[in-house]
């Protein structure tokens, strides 16, 4: 049997069928949210058309506990034909070829459980519900790690390359950063069928992701004549949404030395420290202490 990170890495490879009908959003309630102009692409496109995508620069380098996830025993997609007539059709092929594969590598170190259409697990009331929420149990505490919302050949990845969004985009941005919003979740995806579209924002707080000039990570990926695969996009999305939660939810009160933390960055998930392999707790090792500082408790039980 292939392991999840063997498969992660590997592209789909099932035929698609993908009909030309483009989809069009125009959400009201996303037109209270400010467009999209502070943003920094990290994929790239060479001389012959392929696309390269690059993570570490925006989200924190993968560690020891990376190598229990891709060492999960995993299976690829059975053999079929595919037909991407409908969003739903989008929404199923992604769950049938990437995330099932993914969430092959998310099922003990931590587990993380993907519901579609789900309220947001803060409680708050809606009536909008994001396409798919991927969220782990910190004791329990469920939380977001990722959210997904699943269009229709609606992404124009030139325009998201190059930073100059057309109306129409524009009101696909207004209703990504609107259900980062909603759910507390800086880490968000959009699928079309064709591209995946991937969002960071930078927020210091939740309630910077509704700011214009809260700073964006963007990347655009391709289905096809790209050398990043969407599993691979998706699991990175996912490691760097654990990072938050991890700070976010399980870190207790931290001392180094004599020091006494007095804050702490938590929600953009951009801090220096090491992650243990064996439990997933995160701890400091500082150069002037002999002991090892545990920043968070266990994730999951050592075996």
């Known amino acids: 049997m292939p392991s999840a990170g ?3 890495h590997q592209h789909s490879v099932n035929v698609v069928d993908n009909p030309e009908y483009v989809s069009y959003t125009d959400k009201s309630w996303a037109r209270e949210y400010p467009p999209m102009r502070r943003y920094t692409g990290y994929s790239t496109v060479d001389h012959e058309g392929s696309f390269h995508a690059t993570f570490d620069p925006a989200f924190m380098p993968l560690s020891n506990d990376d190598q229990k996830r891709m060492s999960e025993p995993a299976n690829p997609p059975n053999e079929r034909f595919w037909r991407l007539e409908m969003e739903a059709d989008e929404e199923h092929w992604w769950h049938n070829e990437i995330s099932n594969i993914v969430l092959a590598a ?5 587990a993380v459980v993907q519901t579609s259409h789900t309220a947001p697990l803060s409680g708050v009331q809606i009536s909008e519900n994001v396409d798919s929420t991927y969220a782990m149990y910190i004791g329990n505490q ?8 699943m269009k229709r050949n609606l992404i124009q990845p030139i325009e998201w390359q190059t930073g100059k969004l057309t109306e129409a985009q524009q009101k696909l941005a207004r209703e990504l950063r609107g259900y980062a919003d ?22 210091r707080k939740p309630e910077h992701i509704r700011e214009a000039d809260c700073p964006i990570d ?6 096809g004549n790209s050398t990043c695969t969407l599993r691979y996009a998706l699991y990175r999305v996912l490691v760097q949404g654990l990072r938050r939660c991890q700070a976010m939810v399980a870190a207790r009160p931290l001392v180094i030395g004599s020091l006494t933390e007095h804050g702490r960055e938590v929600f953009t998930g951009i801090y ?21 500082v545990w920043e968070t408790e266990a994730l999951w039980h050592s075996e």
Do not use: M, N
């Open 272 to 292: 220096v420290r090491s992650v243990h392999g064996v439990t997933g707790g995160l701890y400091w090792a500082h150069p002037l202490v002999e002991d090892t």
């Open 182 to 203: 909603k759910y507390q979740c800086p880490q968000i995806f959009c699928w079309d069928g064709q591209t995946l579209l991937t969002l960071q924002f930078r927020a």
């Open 218 to 223: 963007c990347w655009v990926i391709p289905v």
């Open 142 to 149: 469920r939380v977001p790690i990722a959210v997904g919302e």
């Open 6 to 8: 063997e498969l992660i």
């Open 106 to 110: 998310w099922a003990r170190y931590p």
